[in-house]
């Protein structure tokens, strides 16, 4: 039974795209009605959470199963429950989700409007890993990077770069053959989109426009964020390059490859590199992120809050208990 359910949701992954889309329509349809009369935007909002539960959905396979992401998975399986909740608060007149609402709206518009164009999502992945590749060879590492989904060595062998769909100059190749436990003499790491940043970019353009306050703090709080983001993805890029790339973490690899279904050892130091200490140093960023960007725009607080009462049922006011508030000489 479990066998077929997780064959439904690999099946149902390929209508990842097309809802998230459909989500995006219905919360920006909700946010333009909303400028009309609120009881007009309520039924589009509340669909598009609704909706969106589904797009979690979709995704739940790929972030277990493909990416092997514990985070990630949890995540995706966390937000169907979640998304249907505030569809049923914003229903029953919880206004202020109409904030959350239109900050979702915009996350999407730029992450899919990114990933939606081919141009654009190959300037942004092949600039990344040019950054990379400087800092890496800053440190004294030399990989080859390479175009294309294949490899041909210097013996003449030939191999598929793992997972790769696109031709981009993104793949990092490192010499393996010192590894005992390599079954080929390459390791390849390869930079995708979600090795730009640009999700949680998006999160923090969502928050700051979709909120009411002055341009200028809202200037502020994107420039305490984004460029943050962004060098400190670099930085994480580098750490699983060079970590992954010269099996620097491979540590209790039978506990590992049993924990995560692993089929062969040298996936190990990725797993651990990436999925576990990276990813995990990521959660503890973006918190210290969020407080730099409520410093700049305490408006950003309302989300917060929002949020925290779906998960506690219990009403807060952070800008009291933290000592943050819009300025006075703000505009009404």
Known sequence: MFDQLWAGLDAFGAYSTPLGWMAIGLFLLGAALEYYDREYARPAVALAWVVFGVFWLSLVHHFIFVQRSVIEGLGSILAIPLALYLAALLWRGRDSLFVFSRAIAIMGV???????????SQTLI??????????????????????GTQITTADGSTFEIA????????????????????????????????????????????????????????????????PVIYVLNLFRNVFIGITFGNQMTNFFPDVVMALFSLESQWQVSYIISDRIIAQGLSVVALVVITWLVVRELPEVLSIIEDVLYVLTRREYDLQDALGFAPPESDPA
Do not use: H
């Open 110 to 120: 730029v992450y899919f409007s990114v990933v939606s164009i081919p141009v654009v």
């Open 126 to 147: 092949e600039a990344v890993t040019r950054q990379t590749e400087f800092l890496i060879n800053l440190l004294g590492f030399e990989p080859e990077v390479v175009s």
């Open 163 to 226: 997972k790769k769909e696109n031709p981009f100059r993104s793949t990092f190749v490192f010499d393996a053959s010192d590894v005992s436990y390599m079954e080929q003499p390459i390791i390849t790491y390869t930079i995708v989109m979600a090795c730009t940043g640009l999700g949680s970019m998006a999160i923090f353009i969502g928050l700051i426009l979709a909120v009411r306050a002055p341009a200028e703090r809202k200037l502020r709080a994107l420039a305490v964020s984004i």
